[in-house]
């Protein structure tokens, strides 16, 4: 994209960020790339704690553009939009939509971009200003990233096998359903922190309200419009299955399936990491995904395959999960007694 035109889209989606500590924020100033990467997103997002998490992995610098995603209200009991939401946002996001990409409007508990669409409310979305790029869905992002810096870590293996390994497991992540287990209400299993819980009552509600509201003040762009609505039926749709015994249980057992699988890709690796005999981004999403269920109590997914539990540990010991995964889960969520920074590699 022309470069006057990116500059324009990125300064006018800043602008969505109410407090402006959060945004335009340099990282790492000493890392390499220093100017090239602008990145929009959240600390208690699971997408861009994969993309942060590569970032630092990697030893990039970039600019932090910190969003709220959650509505709140005010005093007053008035409305305040999530940031992610903002007209200014989602054009900047559509901007990087793939003509292959339809917008996601239905629900799986899933967020998988090529298997659900673009949700063009959501977070991370990366820029590359020295491509002109904009970047939308972390598995990409992260790719992008690890191809842009190169050179010998490089976290995505260059030998076919092992580089087909690790997009198996990157597509193993991104499949599971994170969203569903955060927002969902099960029925004999929800050990989510109880402030966890109070919020997500209201979430929907407070998303839905939010998107009315934005649909009715920018009627006359049809892009934002658009995404306004696909957002509305999915989130309408995810509001109808938070309390759905039936596919609470379904999409509990379906996280517990890629943990069987994970284990038995545990047994046949010959080195502690997963795919090859380094580091790689599988081991990264990986350690979100383990982090994330671990906060809401759901480490008993894995209490039978002690395999899981020792690669856990050996995630979390890297110093990019305990400061972008780890560190930003406990400053961002309420606090779960599954978790804290002391704990976070320890036992049940
Ligand atoms: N698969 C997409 C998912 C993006 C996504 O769903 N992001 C979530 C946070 S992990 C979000 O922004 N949620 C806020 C909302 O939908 O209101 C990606 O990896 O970028």
């Given at each position: ?67 709220l ?82 050179g ?14 690790v ?83 379904a999409?509990r ?62 995630v ?5 999960v305990?400061?972008e995964?780890?560190?930003a ?15 976070a590699?320890?036992?049940?």
């Open positions: 994209m022309d470069h006057t035109e990116l500059n324009s889209l990125v300064s006018n989606a800043r602008a969505c960020i109410v407090d402006s500590k959060r945004a335009g924020v340099m990282r790492f100033s000493d890392g390499t790339e220093k100017g090239r990467f602008v990145l929009f997103h959240a600390a208690m997002s699971f997408c861009s704690q994969k993309v942060r998490a590569t970032l630092v992995q990697r030893g990039v610098s970039y600019e932090s553009n910190e969003m995603i959650l509505a709140s209200r005010d005093r007053e009991g008035n409305l305040v939009a999530a940031e992610n939401y903002g007209a200014e946002y989602v054009r900047l996001r559509r901007s990087g939509q793939l003509s292959c990409w339809g917008m996601a409007d239905s629900y799986s508990g899933i967020s998988s971009v090529s298997l659900c669409g673009l949700d063009a409310c959501a977070v991370p979305t990366l820029i590359d200003l020295k491509t002109g790029e904009v970047i939308v869905d972390s598995l990409r992002i992260c790719v992008h990233i690890d191809a842009a810096i190169g010998s870590e490089l976290l995505i293996p260059t030998a076919d096998q092992d580089r087909q390994r997009f198996r497991q990157l597509e193993a992540v991104d499949a599971t359903p994170h969203p569903g287990i955060l927002y969902g209400f099960h029925p004999h299993g929800d050990r989510r922190p109880q402030a966890l819980r109070d919020a997500m009552r209201t979430v929907y509600d407070e998303k839905l309200e939010t998107l009315a509201m934005l649909s009715a003040r920018h009627s006359a762009d049809p892009a934002v419009v658009e995404a306004y609505r696909a957002k509305i039926s999915k989130e309408t749709a995810g509001r109808a299955v938070q309390h759905d015994a039936v596919f609470q249980e999409i057992k379906a996280t517990r399936e890629r943990l069987v699988q994970l284990n038995f890709d545990l047994q046949q690796s010959t080195t502690d990491w997963l795919c090859s005999n380094s580091l790689s981004l599988a081991d990264i999403f990986w350690a979100v995904s383990l982090v994330r269920l671990r906060y809401l109590g759901l480490m008993v997914l894995w209490e039978d395959m002690p395999l899981v539990e020792a690669y856990y540990r050996l979390t010991s890297l110093q990019s305990r400061e995964v780890i560190g889960t406990i400053a961002s969520m309420p606090s779960s007694m599954y978790l804290s920074s002391e704990t590699a320890s036992s049940f």
